[in-house]
């Protein structure tokens, strides 16, 4: 059976008691990216810039940005590592942003992760990765003096 043409992805919304623009910041200033994505993640943050981070506290990964929207989107291309099984698919992290009626969503939309056995381990710990970096990310700008209204 031919599992490299079949792909998964994942889907987290965070909900925020904070607008955009700090959300925006907590994901393109490395200082506060290392708060609460991964102590050694840093980003350029612009068109064609770079992002590198331990998503997962065991794999680094590194990703070229592709879409760069200040204040609305943020899309990450993983370049191919050597600690993850050989993938004919592009790995894609999405940030998109939008107002809420309290804050602001934010909504992380990942794809192109291979469908075969050997992706299991790395798919469940990019997606659970995520997700425990989200609620870093939550509790980091609503438990922050600095957050701002809608």
Do not use: N
């Not at 760069?68 to 592009?90: C, E, M």
């Amino acid at each position: 059976m031919q599992y490299m043409e079949k792909t998964r992805g994942y889907a987290h919304r965070l909900d925020l008691r904070t607008g955009v623009t700090p959300v925006w910041a907590a994901l393109t200033d490395s200082r506060l990216l290392a708060q609460w994505c991964s102590p050694d993640a840093v980003i350029s943050a612009r068109p064609g810039g770079l992002f590198r981070a331990r998503v997962d506290r065991v794999t680094e990964l590194e990703a070229c940005i592709d879409i760069f929207t200040p204040g609305k989107r943020l899309r990450l291309i993983y370049l191919p590592s050597a600690a993850l099984p050989p993938a004919d698919s592009a790995l894609v992290d999405d940030f998109i942003l939008e107002p809420g009626r309290s804050g602001t969503i934010l909504r992380l939309l990942g794809s192109g992760v291979p469908g075969a056995p050997d992706w299991d381990i790395p798919y469940l710990r990019h997606r659970t990765g995520w997700q425990a970096a989200l609620s870093r990310l939550k509790t980091l700008l609503e438990s922050s003096d600095a957050a701002e209204g809608p």
